[in-house]
């Protein structure tokens, strides 16, 4: 979402025009995001006062994941959050109870309010066996100020008191995508992926086996490609150059 539709609140050029013209064609598409703090609503009617026109249907964050895949491991099992609202309604849609009492799990996922007393109980909990989850691992996020601590800090000072690592839901972690492709029934070898993060979005739709595109509008330029062992099938200057565009889908990496 952020850096390839929108970028500091404002519709990247030629997103709406191309949310629109999947729409007409009928081209099932998912708007994803590690950002757990907002349910789908709310990210619906952000998206919507940038003039992108994207139903609550077509959005999935990394609460959700998260929600799916605990779902999975334990239905109807019990969780202590650190999170808004992202994160505890994806919880109790899944059939999760949310407690501080012997929990099945710890969640750590984003919000701008961390307090040191719910830091600390996640970290007894965890000493006392609840197993250690995390929404996504950024370190930190974007303000007009300059950077924030995220989940990954947090999550890091939590690892570093009880000695235990999570397990990262989100981006890099494929499980994101699949989990998506889920949703609306789609498959590796006829979906595309396109980021704008070499180390979240592009290695994780690699492992998942889609096709990827990086776009140049969020964090990613043309040098940090060469840092990574691995390279996208397409780079392109935005999403823009998608518009009026035929199946995207190619047998090799291009420029």
Same mark, same amino acid.
């Given at each position: 979402?952020?850096?390839?539709? $929108?970028?500091?609140?404002? /519709?990247?050029?030629?997103?709406?025009?191309?949310?629109?013209?999947w729409?007409?064609?009928?081209?099932?598409?998912? $708007?994803?995001?590690?950002?757990?703090?907002?349910?789908?609503?709310d990210?619906?009617?952000?998206?919507? +006062?940038?003039?992108?026109?994207?139903p609550?249907?077509?959005?999935?964050?990394s /609460?959700?994941?998260?929600?799916?895949?605990?779902?999975?491991?334990?239905?109807?099992?019990? /969780?202590?959050?650190?999170?808004?609202a992202?994160?505890?309604?994806?919880?109790?849609?899944? &059939?999760?109870?949310?407690?501080?009492?012997?929990?099945d799990?710890?969640? @750590?996922?984003?919000?701008?309010?961390?307090?040191?007393? +719910?830091?600390?109980?996640?970290i007894?909990?965890?000493?006392?066996?609840?197993?250690?989850?995390?929404?996504?691992?950024?370190?930190? &996020?974007?303000?007009?100020?300059?950077?924030?601590?995220?989940?990954?800090?947090? +999550?890091a000072?939590?690892?570093?008191?009880?000695?235990?690592?999570?397990? $990262? @839901?989100?981006?890099?972690?494929?499980?994101?995508?699949?989990?998506? *492709?889920?949703?609306?029934?789609?498959?590796?070898?006829?979906?595309?992926?396109?980021?704008?993060? *070499?180390?979240?979005?592009?290695?994780?739709?690699?492992?998942?086996?889609?096709?990827t595109?990086?776009?140049?509008? &969020?964090?990613?330029?043309?040098?940090?490609?060469?840092?990574?062992?691995?390279?996208?099938?397409? $780079?392109?200057?935005?999403?823009?150059?998608?518009?009026?565009?035929?199946? @995207?889908?190619?047998?090799?990496?291009?420029?």
């Open positions: 979402m952020d850096g390839v539709l $929108v970028h500091e609140n404002q /519709a990247v050029p030629g997103a709406a025009e191309l949310i629109r013209q729409t007409d064609q009928g081209s099932p598409f998912l $708007v994803l995001t590690n950002n757990s703090i907002f349910t789908p609503r990210l619906a009617a952000r998206l919507r +006062a940038s003039g992108l026109d994207v609550e249907r077509a959005i999935w964050t /609460a959700m994941a998260t929600a799916d895949f605990l779902a999975s491991q334990i239905p109807g099992g019990s /969780a202590f959050v650190i999170g808004e992202g994160l505890t309604t994806a919880l109790h849609e899944a &059939g999760y109870i949310l407690t501080e009492t012997d929990p799990y710890v969640v @750590v996922g984003e919000t701008r309010n961390y307090s040191f007393e +719910a830091i600390t109980k996640a007894r909990l965890i000493g006392g066996g609840a197993r250690f989850i995390v929404t996504n691992p950024d370190a930190t &996020g974007p303000s007009s100020e300059g950077p924030l601590p995220a989940t990954g800090a947090i +999550a000072l939590i690892t570093r008191a009880t000695g235990r690592t999570p397990y $990262v @839901v989100g981006k890099p972690n494929p499980m994101m995508f699949r989990s998506a *492709m889920n949703r609306i029934g789609a498959h590796s070898e006829s979906t595309a992926m396109i980021g704008d993060r *070499m180390d979240t979005d592009i290695v994780a739709g690699i492992e998942a086996g889609l096709h595109i990086l776009v140049m509008t &969020g964090i990613s330029d043309r040098a940090e490609i060469d840092r990574y062992p691995f390279r996208p099938d397409e $780079v392109l200057g935005s999403v823009a150059d998608l518009l009026d565009a035929g199946p @995207v889908l190619s047998s090799g990496p291009e420029d």
